[in-house]
């Protein structure tokens, strides 16, 4: 884009207003689109209203502070904004039945994303579009080194259920045999698939680095195992 059609987008005007709330609703759309991907709660939808919410707030802030005559504290609205959105992410963070924590990224996108909107309302582009595309590139592409890292940890829980009967006895010998250590072991009061097995929740340290589907493998293998799962 050329300098002055930036000035432009970065003035007062009507129409540059427009097409920088345009713009925070396209990126906004483009972020919730990467989570609906991945099947999360807030999508398409939220982040464009998020975004363009954000960015209106700005807009309308810097219009009061334009006013002749009214005294207008340019920070009031942006600081609510980002303090309001605070609230709209902490719902998306649920706390499974096995002491999963799911939503923390969705929530921290959803809380990027009115900021990107602020920049964007502001007319500061360059933040706007540099913030849009970190966004993009946490959610793809380290969401996928952080999914190889943890893949290959040395540490993994696991909820496994195994049958009632020297079901755990069992499960101890069986990881001494494949020299893992267990960090802890306890019984949990979730209702199994059979109706009889035993849940456990399992916290293993393999020593090194070591592939977690390579143990969900052999765990599923075992005669006295009818579920398993990596948390």
């Known amino acids: 884009m050329s300098s002055s059609f930036i000035d432009y987008l970065q003035g007062?005007?009507?129409?540059?207003?427009?097409?920088?709330?345009?713009?925070?609703?396209?990126c906004g759309s483009l972020i919730g689109w990467e989570r609906v991907v991945r099947r999360h709660s807030a999508g398409i939808r939220t982040f464009s209203?998020?975004?363009?919410?954000?960015?209106?707030?700005?807009?309308?802030?810097?219009?009061l502070a334009n006013l002749q005559g009214f005294?207008?504290?340019?920070s009031r609205?942006?600081?609510?904004?980002?303090?309001?959105?605070?609230?709209?992410?902490?719902?998306?963070?649920?706390?499974?039945?096995?002491n999963q924590i799911k939503g923390l990224t969705t929530a921290a996108s959803l809380w990027v994303a009115s900021c990107m909107g602020m920049a964007f309302g502001a007319g500061y582009l360059t933040v706007?579009?540099?913030?849009?595309?970190?966004?993009m590139l946490a959610n793809l592409v380290l969401m996928r080194a952080t999914q190889q890292i943890e893949e290959y940890s040395r540490y993994v829980s696991i909820y496994i259920e195994v049958e009632e009967n020297n079901g755990i006895k069992k499960l101890r010998k069986k990881f001494s045999e494949m020299g893992y250590q267990i960090s802890s072991m306890n019984k949990t009061k979730d209702k199994t698939l059979s109706g009889t097995d035993t849940a456990v929740?399992?916290?293993?340290?393999?020593?090194?680095?070591?592939?977690?589907?390579?143990?969900?493998?052999?765990?599923n293998n075992l005669d006295f195992v009818s579920?398993?799962?990596?948390?």
């Open 77 to 98: 609205i942006p600081a609510g904004v980002v303090s309001g959105i605070g609230f709209l992410g902490a719902g998306t963070i649920i706390v499974t039945g096995r």
């Open 71 to 74: 005294n207008a504290d340019v």
């Open 201 to 219: 929740m399992v916290e293993l340290d393999f020593g090194s680095a070591h592939s977690h589907q390579k143990l969900m493998d052999e765990l």
């Open 49 to 63: 209203l998020v975004s363009l919410g954000s960015a209106v707030a700005t807009v309308l802030n810097l219009y």
């Open 227 to 231: 579920y398993v799962e990596e948390v």
């Open 128 to 135: 706007g579009f540099a913030c849009f595309i970190l966004v």
């Open 12 to 26: 007062m005007s009507d129409m540059a207003v427009v097409m920088r709330l345009l713009i925070a609703t396209v």
